[in-house]
Structure formats: structure tokens, C-alpha cells
């Protein structure tokens, strides 16, 4: 089992639900997320395309915040999701350097937090919060060992991306594009 | 001249702040006259609650969530054809509408202490007896009709209710003037019926969407968006037209830089195009429509090569893109788009669009316009209203023939006094709109402010109209209150409840039993039988077979859909509600009225050397000013931005994210606001998200962040059909800001 995000850039339209209904969901305190928008504009007046990005932890599976972590309370848990356990984080703040995507920040009570995909609902058989709101029905999230997951489809059939792949971090967020 | 300042604006963080806690409403909750709660209330509030979201009028239904016993999370209901279970950002936020802490918690009377003119807080008796006495002087003085009323959102029908029964229909909504009112004329004069809200737009099944100005997807009207992408992700030909690389631009076939106020030409080209080159749907156009020869010879001269020099939009592009529109017809959607009130023409131009829709044959038809199975949700009955005898329409003196509803700012000219008229109107209820940015022209709204015995503003938050108020009553949110049912038509028929997750917070309360208690002490407590919203809702469900308690369990319940077709059975025999019965692409009503029976090009104004018009729209976490101070919504975007095309940027010497502030031609300044300089943007306009800027210091997340655009709006061009303000006819330059 490995648990992965795809993304589909042809239907998102920035519109950040899937950042507020994070902070909901997952209590979030205002002026922080754990997911984010990010537009790109390629091109000059009036030959432009669009990129519309709604992105997250990576979820690596060479995380470089878990190996740095001096406590261990960075690590990967099941399905390859990568947790903070927060009783045993000291906000050293090492994974934050080490993570290229810039996914983690220090929640007000101290520890390091982050996207978790959602795992205490994933393992009630739901989605995580954002991909279950999404208007636009953007992102798929699943099992990409299962051949028939509509991730592994969309895998297979669509063009995709990662973001900065050389930093060799095999993330598990995937771009549809 | 003493008289125009006899009203300050009080800011409303200057009242006795201490006051403002709440601790001091807890004691007013019990006083002056005691209110069971359970009469607003229902005793037994489970942990997920349904209601549908008032942070827009989309109204999609859903389940508010608790998490021990505190405020958690608000989600769709899947059973919801508005938001499929799936709301928008700030649906999402909606929370943040309840747990902000700037909002209203009192009701403030307007006194003078000290030479100064001050809040203070005041117990619902008294402010209710305040409102009275003045109504009562009004209306004995003038008449009731001198009372008046601007309204946005579910909770106004209870006013105007009172308003009504009190003996006025000057009631006016700016949805309409400010926003559809041309679109809903337009439609009606050529198909005898409007077009609805939720629109009734085939989207999901169009394979050529043609969006004029429409920015889908920043624009989240919830089902709408949802159906946009649907449509793109099965390969449907989006044609955008829109000076700005709108995101709905980024997900077209064709994007049409136009320049801005050329809409209509590049229209009537397409018109042209599909006319003379015969791809019009022969047979639709001959059973259902009126004057397709009038037609014909009315735009034979406005061919893709006169277009081309007025919009910039090169004639093969024309043609390729009608050519576009015909080959998926009739499954070809050119959109009717909502906020229309750009260039004072509006009605023309969407008729316009209304006209090549016919063409297409796509009204009625799979991928076009859908026919909207009809809901009937009888209300329980009150006593007749009195007849008033002057209405709204002699405000403006025999003007804007096609206004079928009243104009906002019709109401607001009526409130300044002048030589001529007989009777001003003295008296204004505002329910929550915050006028001073949804009218143009903010000067006259406070001149006409300045005017009035009576100003009561009823909002949710300290929106800058209520620093204005004698009286200010605050609302609980949508989140602490049942309201009448949301009744939908559409494609599948239903009714959706709202009810209250929380009790009311502070001492803030429902607008029902608001305009109930006030219509109680004027004498019309009859028109107001039901002593809870409760008792109302359950009537009213119990004639189709629900009740208060099933729709408790469900929140949204389908209703029997009985033998409505969607789409016009081929060949069918239709009969239209115009004049001939027919689609009228010759409007016979508007050669009546002496206007243009078909759409004819005008040319605009264009902005001087140095001045770039002003576009403005909407962003999805935020619904116009309403939104900008809830907590979550303002974390996704807190100030607005100016789009600036960067070689525009470049002359003025203006960097990316450095702070202007913009001028207009009559010399009108806006709040300094952040330049985004983009390729997104032609080089002769500038745009910015309509709702920011906000002077209310009380709003303390939202205060002095961004630009609002209605600053500069001090010019409109009035839509001679049916009084629709059109906004886009001012013209910016920039004064650089010291950051
Ligand atoms: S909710 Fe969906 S459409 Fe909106 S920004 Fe997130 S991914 Fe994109
Ligand atoms: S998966 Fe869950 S935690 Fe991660 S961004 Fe989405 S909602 Fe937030
Ligand atoms: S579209 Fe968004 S704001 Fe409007 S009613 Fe739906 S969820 Fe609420």
C-alpha cells in the first residue's frame, strides 16, 4: 500500500476550498495552512498559459525531514505517510530546513506541523478533507500499488509531473497536467 | 451647509469599548422584556445541523459539524443539486462568519454627548421604540411610502414584509440595477422568460461554452464552476472573451483579448458571420422566432472586418470562433453571464447574446438552456398588503420602461430633496447591504443619507452603512438562525432547511423576530402569524407532505417532478410569454418603447492618455465586502491587488507588489492598493477584485487593506431600458504611494 495525491491542473481554478477546508478539518489555527495555492503564468500578452498548483507535503519516500529528524518524531507511517508525532517533536526546526517544498511550519504550541493526508480520516474510509471538498473535483487520492485505483489510472493515462524532482526526493504528489 | 455633516459617520469601535463584551449582553439577553429562548430556538441541538450558506446567494445546502460542543467544520450535502456536496471556499469559511469577534453584538442608538455624535448601546425595547416612533411620524407627516428599504440576503423578506404591511414598496435589492437587472430584461424581452438563479445553464452538457466577461472559477458560483470544469474536462470549446487572462481564459480553446467596451460589435460580427454564412439552426429559427429578416439586414454591415479595428479581435478569429459555435450547436452555451452593468448599453448587449443563442438554436436544448422544472411550496397566507399610493416607479418619473423591479439608486435620487418633487422619501431600512459600496457614485448615497429622519441598518457586521445608522440592529449569522426554506426549481426540484447550529452569540438576533417585534409594536402584528420561525417552517413543509422535524434529518428534500421535459421535444409547439409569442430577435416591446429593436454598436467613451479604464470582479475565497473580515476567508486573501500590464508598469516606472493609489478622471482617490504587474492584463485597462478598502476601524482584520474600486466609481451610464448603473465607463491614473 502507498498512498499518493494526483492533481489535475486542467481543473483546478485556485480557488483555496481545499486550504480552508483543511484549517477546518484539521483545526489549523488561523494564519497558518498546511496546503497552499500557487499560480504560474508562462508567457508574454496575449500568448499565456496558466498553471494553478494547490500544494501540499509531498509525502517523499526519501524524506529528507525524516532523516534529519533528531528525534524520530518525524516518520513514515503507514502507507508512506509522512507524520510528525507532536508529544515527541523539540521544534528543533531541522526538517523544516531540509524540506525543499517548504511544507512545515511551527504550530503556536510548538511543535512542527504539516499535511498528514488526512490519515485519521483515511483510515475511516474517507478522503482527505480537501480532496473530498474540491468544487472542481480536482484531486484523486488513493493507493497507487492498486493497479485499478482511479490514482493509478490517472497515472497511467494522463502526463504528469512532481515538483523539483532533482531534488530526489521521490515525492508523492503528482500533477496532472 | 451644517445640515450635510447633521450625520458623522461613527466609527464604531468608539463606543465604550468595554461595553462591547459579553458579559454586559448576557444581561440584556434577559431584559427588558423576557424572550423564552426557545421560541428562536430549538431545544435539542444535535451535533451536525442543516443549513444552507448564506456567505452567497447560491444557497448550497449542507451539514454544520461540532467538535466538543465548539464550532468544527461546515460540508456539502451530497444530496444538494446546488453544491453536490461539495461547497465553495467560502462556504467552507463560513464558519469564520460566526466565530468573528469584530462582529455587531448590540443594538446602538445614534446620540450626541458632548457636541459629538456617539453610539450607544441600547436594549432591542428601546431601539425598537426608537424605529417606531420615527416610522410613525413618517408616515402620518408624509405617508408610509416615504418609508423605503434596500435588502441582500435570506433575513430581508421579513422586512419587507413589515414594509409592505406598513404601506410601502419602495423596496429595493442593488442585485438588480447594480448587477442582473439587464440580463433578466434582456431575456425577458426575447424570450419572455429570465434566465434564474441558479442559472438555468446547460453547462455540463455544452461542448462550446462562450463566456463574455463571465470569470468562472473566480467567480465561484458553487454548481456553476463545477459544471464549468466538468465541460472542459470533456473537451468543450471554450471561447473567453475578456481583456483580462481570466482562469476561465486559461482553460479555453480561444481567449479574445478584447478591449474593453467593445462586447457588443464583436457580437453582432459573430451574428453577422453566422447569418451570412447560413450556419444558423434553419428550422429553430423559422418555427420559434420573430424577425430573423429585420435581423438579417440589420447587421449586414457589421462584418468580422468592422469589428476588427473597434474590439481588436482579428476577423478570421471571428469567423473561426462563430464557425466554432455553429458546429456544436445547438449544444452551444453563449453564456448570459450575471454582473452585467458595465456600459449603460447592457441590455442590448445581452440581448445580443440572447439573439445568437437563438440562432444556435440552443434555449431549450441539451448543452444550452434548460426548461426549469418548477417548485410549488405554498406559504402560509397573511392579510392583504394596503394599496400604496405611490410606488417606486414614480421615483424616477416614467423612466426605464423595462424595470421590473426598483432601482437602488432610483430610491437613493428620491432621498435628496429637490424643488420639483412633492415627496422625498424620509425613511431608510437597510438590511444587509453595505450601500456605500454596492451603489456607484458613494458622493450622492451619503448626500442622500445626509437627507433622511430615519436610517436603520440591520447587518452582521459593522459594515461602513452602519456607522451612518440612527439606529444599528445586529443580526445573529445564518449559522444561529432558521430561515425560510430555500426552494429551488432546476433540473431536479427541492427545498433545503436552515437551521440554527449555535445559539446566537453577544445579543445579536434573527431577523425574523426582528421584523416581527417591530411589526408587532406599528400595529401590524397580524401580518406576522407565526410566533416562531419553527411553527412557520413546519406549516409551510407540512403541505408537501415533510415536516420541520423530517427536514431536520435530511436538509434537502426532492420534490415529485412531474412530467417536465428539460429540453423542447423536437418540432414541439411552443408558445412564448413576448408579444408575438415568439422568440423575439426583433423586440417588438423595445420598438414600442422607442428603443433599438435589435442590438446596434455604440461606440464608448475611451480612456485620455495616461488613464486606463477600470475592470473590477471577483475573487473565489470572497464574497464582495461581506467576507473580507471573516478570519478563515481573509487568511486565503486579505487585500486586493491592481493588475497592471507590465509594460504599462514599466512607463510609470510602477514594480511588482510596490503600493499606488489610483485617481480617476473626476479626481476621486482610492486607498492605496498593490500593483500586480501581469502579462494577464491589456495595456489599456487596470483591474482589481471589488470589495476591499474597508474605513470601518471595527473591522479590525479588514480595516485599510486593499482598494475599494466603488471610490472610484464616481461616473455611470444609466441604462436607458431599464436603469441598470453602468460602472466601467471611469478611467484611472496613478499616484504612486510612499509604502
Ligand atoms: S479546491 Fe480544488 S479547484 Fe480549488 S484550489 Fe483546491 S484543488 Fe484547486
Ligand atoms: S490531505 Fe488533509 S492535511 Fe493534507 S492538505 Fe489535504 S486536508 Fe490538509
Ligand atoms: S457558492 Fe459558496 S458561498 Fe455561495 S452558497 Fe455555495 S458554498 Fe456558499
Redesign the interface.
Known sequence: MRYAMAIDTKRCVGCSDCVVACQTENNVPIGYCRDWIVEETIGAYPDLALEIRSERCNHCEDAPCVRCCPTGASHIAEGGIVMVEHDDCIGCKACIASCPYDARFVHPEGYVDKCTFCLHRVKDGKQPACVSVCPTTAMIFGDIDDKNSDISKALKTRKHKTLIPEAGTKPHVFYLL | MGKMNRREFIKIAGIGAGGMVAGASMLQAFSPFQIDSKQILSTAIPGVTPTYCEICFWKCAGWVHKKDGEA?????NPDDPHSNG????RG??G?GAYTDPDRLKTPLIRVEERGKQVFREASWDEAFDYIVEKMNKIKKEHGPECMAMFTHGSGGSYFKNMLRAFGSNNIAAPSYAQCRGPREEAYMLTYGETVGSPERTDIRNSKCLVLIGSHI??N?H?GQ??EF?EA??SGAAVITVDPR?S?AA??SKY?L?IKPSTDLALMLAWINVIIEEGLYDKKYVEKYTYGFEQLKKSVRQNTPEWAYPITTIKPHIIRETAREMAKNAPATLVHPGRHVTWYGDDTQRVRAGAILNALLGSWGRRGGFYAPAKAHVPKPKHPAYPKPKRDWRDAHDGKFPMASLAISQGICDATIPTLTRDCDIKGWIVYGTNLLSTLPQPEKTLQAIQALDLLVAIDIMPAEITGYADVVLPECTYLERYDDLRVSPGRSPNVALRAPAFEPKYDTKPAYWMARELAKKLGLGQYFPHETMESYLDERLKSIGSSLEEMKKLGVKHLPNNENELYYLDGEDFEFATPTGKIELYSTALAEAGFDPIPKFTKHEEPQDGYYRLIYGRA??HTFGRTTNN???N???AENEVWI?PKVAKEWGIKNREYVVLENQDGAICNKVRAKV??????DCVYMVHGFGHTQKQMARSFNKGANDTDLISRINVDPIMGGTGMRVNFVTFRREVA
Do not use: Y
Open positions: 468544527w467544520k461546515i460540508v456539502g461539495r461547497f465553495c471556499p467552507t469559511g464558519i472559477g473566480e465561484m458553487n464552476v463545477q470544469t472542459v474536462a487572462f482562469t486559461s482553460k481567449w483579448p473565489p475565497m478570519p478563515n476567508l487568511d486565503l486573501m500590464n501581469t502579462e494577464r492584463i491589456r495595456h
